[in-house]
């Protein structure tokens, strides 16, 4: 049997110049996130937090920027612009790493399926890879382990079984299964 999942496709913010992080005021921040959210979330912190700098000059975010950006998305997560759930992702220590932040707006759905697009396999949340193991379980409950991983290769257009998607895969079956 071959299983077929739709993903919708992944949809990446239209780039333009923000402000720039080490001088941003909170609203500038938030302005900026917000829109790369519309497109992209729900995202990883670091990854919105990135793609934020990359747009507002940096190439690297250094840790006093860090720590603005970890503010800023604190506050609106508080003043609840935004939702930030912690998961327990399998490349970070602890869920006070921002990788392991995931980032939406509060009208957004929790989680979306969709393609890799320009995300790396390590940004894709935990919770979209475990809704995209339950669609195949449901599709197929006799996959196993192997199956439903070289499933998942395919449909994102991998091609080798790394290290790293072993490891989140194996996280996401021992957290979600």
Known sequence: M???IDLKPYENWQVRPVADPRR???AQF???MHEI????GPMQALHLFQTYAKAGGLLKITAPVRSRFERVITE??????????KENDSEVKDVSDPRAWIVRLKDQDRVKL???GSRGFSEIPMSELAAFVLELRCADEFLGREEIA???LSHYGLQKLTALVQRRLDRVMSEYF
């Open 114 to 116: 969709r393609s890799l």
């Open 150 to 152: 070289r499933i998942i």
């Open 30 to 32: 938030m302005d900026g």
């Open 37 to 40: 959210l519309a497109a992209q």
């Open 24 to 26: 941003a005021s909170p």
């Open 76 to 85: 609106a997560a508080e003043a609840g612009s935004v939702i930030i759930e």
């Open 2 to 4: 071959t299983v077929q």
